[in-house]
């Protein structure tokens, strides 16, 4: 058991492939495919072995509220009787797959409850900062904050969802001056100091983006959730580069001026995202390193897969918790903080890489930030790969302007009735008449945004935002205008073809079909992943 | 001679809007010069015997030619100058003539009858009226009005009887085959079986059976369509009854059906009552798309003979009852025309004088050759099936048609039992459909079925029909009228007229797939879809239940009622409510009114804050994972293209509160208040059956809404009246009844379904922490 945690962690590493090379691992949605790449011109971007975690995460909470970085007191001192305080937290989209109970959010805020406790602060609110996101239900509050903190406060009504379509709960705090509006929750902003509680799974997260997109609406959001802003984020997990990050940083300031006071909370975690041993262990080996037990468990899995039905193979891919460790908590003014989160996250993640590809191929997992308990319906298929997965580049992008992207997913046409309503409308009604965000944006983003039904369904149900799957959409934007073509192997032909993509069978027909553009030995890079890496493009 | 002696003629013609009456109007106008036509057309429901003329005659296109040798002003002219058309009903007395009427009659040179019900499911009755009782009162009138004008009367070589042997053209007295009959009697024991079937069907162990099967057709949608329905059923029931009646009658005096019996009678008849009206009879056997006039291959309506011939092009029908060197005498119809006319034109005789048109004495066409002939074309020319593929036809063997008869029977019972196994089980949507398009298999073999037996009955009759005079007749006439109206039976070449006229027109006719096309289910369906989402549509009205969601008022009680429980109450309440199931079930079938009633008393004592509290979860929970997200997308695009959308349902008001955003409106039942509690109680009736489709009238009239130009979904036939009564109706994964329906009319039908892994429970269980 042990001797699978290594000590050392080996970092990221780039494989040429060889004729010795075994099949590679490809995530397909809830199951998994091996495939050989062609020997001399594939190579495959492995990610670094999980970091070693905290090994008593409980008191370097307390150290880090206690020695905040940047220009700000400690947790205690900014603590007064009788003051309004708000903890904002993130939401069911971090960490993915979720983790192991306790979770990191449950961890951090009774050690704030407990320091305001102390200091005599008894008006305290917990709010899901979930922006235009779905809903979390009282199950998934229990599991992000813990049984003992939701059980205290639910009985008030003290913990709950932020709503951001509530008239009466969403104030205006000003313009920046790039006449971006800023909104932010209303009970946030009357508070005496706002605790923001973050998970940092991804570069992207954090920073202001914690607070002014995540207790924030679509007044705001719209100045930088859109397909101008996004093509010019390259990428938008990198923050220098991020006209996304600009313009939240702009708002965050404007929150700052306003005299609003955020003290910012930030953790990293590992890449431990399928554990050291256990059924899913060899999910983050190298192929070639498969014990005998690796390779019996994954034909094993892949059987029963086949075997098991729709609802209970969605049932046990959603079950997954992942044995995160903490790497690191940062706590402070809200820059300095995210200065160094920052540079924690890209020690787990970043891989270096030397020169861009023809053809990137990346296997898809079951799971992406929107459909956590949910379906992975087509515009999420997309968004996982050419929002998130493409954009995990510092540099220059892994694939070369032009280039072609191969995923691996079985794309059904399906949507959860509950979670993304909205979709199934921006499916049949926008995607068929253009793919093009911008046109898309002006024609129709409006309309999806202001609808009664999804603002009902948002507001009371458990439905991202009417206007989310509009966003989704943009997150693709900057891939998109890079890439020539996009083809998704062993996707359902309607709904692929639907978002302008290419369809095909096995990567070999995919293969054949970039040929049209990349000719018929390109260099090929697999993006292997999950668990996480970035790749440093030089 | 002909021309000449008709010329600037009066010639009335009764039955002018039949496939004979059309015939000759085209033939006379065609080639008489000046003639006068008064032609004695019934008015149909709200049109008038003019109106008649225009559309059932003149857009015929048997005038086709003619219009285009003249051109359409000389051809408008010439009909408004030549023809009149007069009201008349030959079922009235006086033929329900007005003055001007009886005026254009009474100074008509010749009367061609021609007028019949030539339907082989007549009954007896109309039979009775139409054919004997028709040129009775006919001839009745001429006499009161002292007019003597040639009357022609069209009769068939069929007054013979089922008898072998030689049949004459002599007046049936005097023919070797001559059964005595009173026909004064028999037109009153018709009327009398009538009276007494109607009676009958009005005896209550009937009426129940009438009931009990609209009811087995139609499940439960209330009352007042049970009734139209049952009254259906029994209207249907009285007809066959009187169809059963004619065949027996004109079988037990060895006649092959009632028709050519009830002419038997006619010609006697207007023998005895004549006087001195002069009359000649024309006896075609049977009329069949034509040789050369107007178009070769020229048909109209459906005969006898198609149905079989395109069933066994179409492989339905294996084997042909007859025997192979057996005669089947058919003649074209421009023969039997142009016949007529050559009788019209003749010196009024003193005598009765007869003429038989048959092909059977002197160009016979057997059996086994027209099979071969029949097997030939459809292997050169096959109908495609669904698929594409062409359909093989079998070479018959005339097997007799009480084998063909009893293998359609067998193929008739195990459909008829499949199809009533399918209905009894719960199954939805496509596999339904399979239930639809089993019946309509069967009624393809009942039609084929049908045909058998009665086309079996003129092909045993072994009769040959003499055409002596028909023929001497020829003999008579000049070369220009030969030309004009070609009679002569021996001038048809059969291998060309089945060949290359009478089949490619069955063909046609029959509108059979005879080219690769894609006329599949799909491309039907997508064609309904988009008159269904046409901007101009006004209204679309939804049920809720397996039409929105995959649940029902069972479903959402047991949430509700379970949500707060302990484990171990939840257990009873689900051991209690499995127990009462099959009671409520059956409650349900018989009425879904009474069941909602005495369901919903489940809700006595219900906290109102609480229940509507819980609703909201359940909503979230349990009712929308179970919706159908196309159905949901459905509505919405109901609005986007600005129709007003509604939902009518039985379920509780607070069960589909969270739904309100969804619709323009909801029109739900709610439960009467005591105190902070529901009483169990419904505050009015559920609009459910025909109460749903009077709330549903009731809107559209408040809001002015056209419902012909509305749409509704639903999955049930209890929401039948509902369906019924907008333009486009729509069944959303029907039950089988309603897919039977649904294939029947025409109706578009969706399969709306949730997605997959959406949770299929039973009694669903409300939990007070979701997992």
């Not at chain 2, 008015?43 to 003619?66: C, H, M, V, W, Y």
């Not at chain 2, 005097?174 to 109607?198: I, K």
């Not at chain 2, 030969?482 to 046609?508: G, S």
């Not at chain 2, 949500?563 to 879904?592: F, H, Q, Y």
Request: aromatic share 8%.
């Amino acid at each position: 058991m042990a001797n699978n945690r290594r000590k050392h962690p080996r970092p990221g590493l780039v494989l040429e492939v060889d004729r010795t090379t075994p099949p590679t691992l490809f995530h397909h949605g809830e199951n998994f495919k091996l495939e050989k790449l062609p020997p001399g011109r594939s190579r495959i971007i492995y990610p670094a072995e999980p970091l070693p975690g905290m090994v008593n995460p409980n008191q370097a909470i307390r150290d880090a509220l206690e020695n905040p970085l940047g220009d700000s007191p400690p947790l205690s001192a900014l603590l007064f009787s009788g003051m309004k305080l708000t903890i904002a937290f993130d939401d069911i989209s971090l960490p993915l797959p979720p983790m192991r109970k306790p979770d990191i959010r449950q961890r951090v805020i009774e050690a704030v409850l407990d320091t305001a406790a102390a200091a005599g602060v008894d008006d305290v609110h917990l709010i899901a900062a979930l922006a235009l996101h779905r809903r979390m239900t009282e199950a998934e509050l229990r599991h992000a904050v813990g049984d003992r903190v939701y059980d205290a406060f639910s009985p008030s009504g003290a913990i709950y969802n932020h709503d951001a379509e509530d008239p009466e709960g969403m104030v205006s705090i000003g313009t920046t001056p790039h006449g971006e509006e800023v909104q932010i929750n209303k009970r946030a902003a009357e508070s005496d100091l706002i605790v923001y509680v973050n998970i940092n799974l991804v570069s992207m997260d954090g920073g202001w983006k914690s607070t002014a997109t995540g207790l924030s609406g679509y007044t705001a959001l719209r100045h930088h959730h859109n397909p101008q802003t996004m093509v010019k984020s390259k990428s938008f997990m990198d923050q220098e580069n991020s006209e996304l990050h600009k313009s939240n940083w702009r708002q965050g300031k404007v929150l700052k001026d306003s005299g609003i006071k955020v003290f910012q909370i930030e953790t990293t975690v590992n890449n431990n995202t399928f554990g050291y041993d256990g059924p899913l262990a060899m999910l983050q080996k190298r192929e070639w390193e498969w014990t005998l037990k690796d390779r019996a468990l994954f034909l094993g899995m892949q059987g029963g897969i086949k075997r098991m039905s729709t609802q209970a193979r969605r049932k046990a891919f959603m079950g997954w918790e992942s044995p995160y460790e903490i790497t690191s908590v940062q706590a402070g003014e809200v820059e300095a903080v995210h200065k160094q989160t920052t540079e924690n996250v890209y020690k787990q993640h970043l891989v270096k890489v030397d020169g861009q590809t023809d053809v990137l191929t990346m296997g898809l997992p079951y799971i992406c930030p929107y459909n956590v308990n949910s379906v992975m319906n087509p515009i999420l298929v997309a968004c996982l790969g050419l929002g998130y997965f493409f954009n995990m580049y510092k540099g220059k992008p892994l694939v070369k302007k032009g280039g072609v992207v191969i995923m691996t997913h079985p794309t059904p046409w399906e949507f959860h009735p509950v979670h993304h309503p909205s979709y199934i409308d921006f499916f049949d009604r926008v995607l068929s008449e253009t793919t093009d965000a911008v046109e898309m944006s002006q024609k129709y983003e409006k309309a999806f945004a202001e609808d009664e039904w999804y603002r009902h369904l948002y507001r009371t149900s458990y439905a991202y935002h009417g206007v989310h799957p509009f966003y989704m959409w943009y997150w693709c934007s900057h891939a998109l205008e890079h890439l020539s073509q996009v083809i998704i192997v062993g996707g359902q032909p309607e709904a692929v073809r639907r978002m302008g993509f290419r369809p095909a069978s096995t990567i070999q027909d995919a293969l054949e079909i970039a040929s049209d553009t990349v000719g018929f030995s390109p260099s090929i890079t697999h993006y292997h992943s999950p668990p996480i890496l970035m790749a440093d493009v030089t | 001679m002909i021309k000449e002696s008709l010329e600037g003629k009066k010639i009335a013609i009764t039955g002018a809007t039949g496939f004979l009456g059309t015939a000759l109007v085209e033939l006379l106008l065609r080639e008489v010069k000046d003639v006068q036509l008064r032609l004695l057309i019934r008015p149909a429901g709200r049109r008038s015997a003019q109106k008649r003329l225009e559309r059932d005659i003149f857009r015929n296109d048997a005038f086709k030619t003619l219009k285009d040798n003249l051109g359409e002003s000389t051809f408008e002219a010439m009909v408004k100058s030549q023809i009149e058309a007069i009201s008349a009903d030959i079922s009235k007395p006086n033929l329900d003539l007005d003055e001007d009427g009886i005026k254009e009659i009474s100074n008509c040179d010749v009367i061609i009858h021609s007028a019949a019900a030539v339907s082989f499911d007549e009954p007896l009755d109309r039979a009775a009226e139409v054919n004997l009782m028709g040129p009775v009162r006919l001839v009745e009138t001429l006499k009161e009005l002292n007019a003597s004008p040639h009357v022609v009367m069209v009769s068939t070589c069929y007054v013979a009887g089922n008898r072998k042997g030689k049949a004459p053209e002599k007046p049936l007295s005097q023919s070797p085959f001559y059964v005595p009959l009173n026909w004064r009697e028999e037109t009153e024991a018709a009327r009398r079986t009538r009276a007494y079937t109607e009676d009958d069907s009005r005896r209550s162990e009937n009426l129940e059976k009438f009931r009990t099967e609209a009811k087995e057709e139609l499940g439960a949608p209330g009352i007042s369509v049970i009734a139209s329905k049952t009254e259906q059923i029994r209207e249907r029931w009285v007809k066959e009854k009187m169809v059963e009646a004619g065949r027996e009658r004109a079988t037990s005096l060895g006649f092959p059906d009632a028709y050519a019996f009830t002419k038997a009678m006619a010609e006697q008849a207007v023998q005895e009552i004549r006087g001195n009206i002069p009359l000649s009879i024309v006896r075609p056997s049977i009329i069949e798309s034509s040789w050369q006039a107007p178009t070769p291959g020229w048909i109209r309506g459906f005969r006898m003979a198609e149905p079989i011939i395109l069933n066994f092009g179409r492989g339905t029908l294996k084997e042909f009852p007859g025997i192979p060197e057996g005669i089947i005498d058919i003649i074209p119809v421009d023969l039997v025309a142009s016949a007529i006319v050559a009788a019209a034109s003749q010196t009024p005789p003193k005598e009765t004088q007869i003429f038989q048109v048959a092909s059977g004495a002197c160009n016979p066409i057997r059996i086994g050759i027209l099979a071969d002939y029949v097997h030939d074309y459809f292997g050169k020319f096959p109908i495609l099936d669904e698929k594409n593929q062409p359909i093989t036809p079998s070479k018959w063997e005339f097997p007799g048609r009480g084998r063909v008869v009893t293998q359609l029977t067998r193929a008739k019972r195990l459909l008829k039992i499949t199809e009533r196994t399918l209905h009894k089980l719960p199954i939805r949507g496509t596999s339904a459909m399979i239930v639809a398009d089993l019946e309509e298999r069967r009624n393809e073999l009942d039609k084929a079925m049908e045909y058998i037996t009665l086309y079996g009955k003129y092909v045993e009759c072994e009769a040959i029909y003499d055409v002596t005079n028909l023929l001497s007749l020829w003999e008579k006439i000049t070369d220009t009228d030969r030309q004009a109206f070609p009679f002569d039976p021996r001038i048809i070449n059969w291998e060309k007229y089945v060949y290359d006229i009478h089949l490619p027109t069955v063909v046609t006719q029959g509108r059979v797939k005879t080219s690769p096309t894609s006329t599949s289910v799909d491309s039907r369906y997508s064609r309904l879809r988009k008159q269904v989402l046409d901007p101009k549509r006004q209204l679309a009205v939804f049920d809720l239940e397996n039409t929105l969601i995959a649940s029902n008022v069972v479903a959402s009680w047991g949430y509700l009622a379970t949500k707060r429980l302990s484990p171990s109450e939840r257990a009873r309440v689900i051991a209690k409510t499995l127990l009462e199931a099959p009671n409520m079930l059956a409650m349900d079938r018989r009425d879904r009114t009474d069941f909602l009633r005495n369901f919903y008393r489940k809700y006595e004592g219900a906290p109102i804050a609480q229940i509507d509290e819980d609703s909201l979860d359940m909503f979230n929970e349990f009712i929308l994972n179970k919706s159908f997200p196309s159905a949901i997308r459905r509505v919405r695009e109901h609005r986007t293209l600005g129709h007003r959308t509604l939902l009518i349902t039985g379920a509780l008001d607070f069960v589909v509160q969270p739904l309100k955003p969804l619709f323009d409106e909801i029109l739900a039942p709610s439960l009467s208040h005591e105190g902070e509690n529901y009483s169990g109680k419904m505050s009015q009736v559920p609009p459910i059956g025909e109460t749903r489709a009077a709330v549903l009238r009731e809107y559209a009239e408040n809001h002015e809404i056209d419902l012909s130009e509305s749409v509704a979904y639903a999955d049930s036939t209890s929401d039948l009246p509902m369906l019924e009564a907008v333009g486009f109706p729509v069944a959303v994964n029907p039950e089988t009844k309603l897919a039977t329906l649904a294939r029947r009319r025409g109706w578009l039908v969706e399969n709306f379904q949730p997605i997959s892994g959406s949770p299929k429970k039973i009694l669903p269980l409300g939990t007070s922490k979701e997992s």
